[in-house]
């Protein structure tokens, strides 16, 4: 009984002295720092930029293993801005967005993919305008750690991919080449773990 108590005393002393292992954890976006920039381009003069202004979502990150899983995200269509007034309510239109017929733009996450520390794909389901299609992100880290303000645990990530809007029904004035059929998408944001 000594000897075993003894045993027992070495592995608690033992498994206390190694480094905690990191476990899968529940990230929230930052609305405050959530961009998701777009841009199509403009009778082939140049590209016309806009940009969401409201979005939510949400995942869970091992850092220890990098794994991600659970990624969701709800962009409200209404949101939209290409900082002229007439343009966005044509963007919210059924041209474009049909943005009362479908209020929200969701990707749910089926797939992740490391391709170095800092770099890989996400894989989902995007949809739009009540399509759903699969979609690809290119996904860069770029830092995760302590924030320097406050008392929370933050990462930082930028992601690219790029849409055809006829994918999702969108053809107004693609046939004509007025506005582009590819866009462009950057997300940029900060999620704070829970």
């Known amino acids: 009984p000594a000897r075993i108590a003894a045993c027992a005393v070495a592995f608690a002393a033992l498994t206390a002295a190694l480094p905690a292992r ?17 841009n199509a381009m403009h009778i082939g003069y140049a590209p016309t930029w806009g940009l969401f202004l409201k979005g939510e979502g949400s995942f869970t990150y091992d850092e220890n293993t990098r794994e991600l899983s659970d990624l969701s995200v709800a ?9 002229d ?14 943005a009362d017929a479908h209020p929200r733009i969701t990707f749910r996450m089926t797939d992740a993919r490391a391709e170095t520390e800092a770099t890989g794909t996400v894989i989902g389901d995007l ?14 880290l770029n830092k995760i750690g302590p924030y320097p303000f406050g008392d929370t645990h933050v990462v930082g990530i930028s992601a690219r991919t790029v849409l055809r ?4 029904g969108m053809i107004y004035a693609v046939e004509n080449g007025l506005v582009g059929d590819e866009v462009d998408i950057r997300i940029d944001l900060e999620a704070v773990r829970q």
């Open 85 to 98: 007034e007439r343009r966005d309510g044509h963007l919210r239109s059924d041209d474009f967005l049909s």
């Open 165 to 168: 809007r006829s994918d999702f």
């Open 127 to 140: 949809t739009l305008r009540g399509v759903t299609r699969p979609v690809t992100l290119n996904v860069t």
């Open 75 to 83: 962009i409200e269509t209404a949101s939209v801005f290409s900082n």
């Open 22 to 38: 990191a476990e899968p954890r529940t990230y929230v976006i930052d609305p405050s720092h959530f961009s998701i920039v777009f």
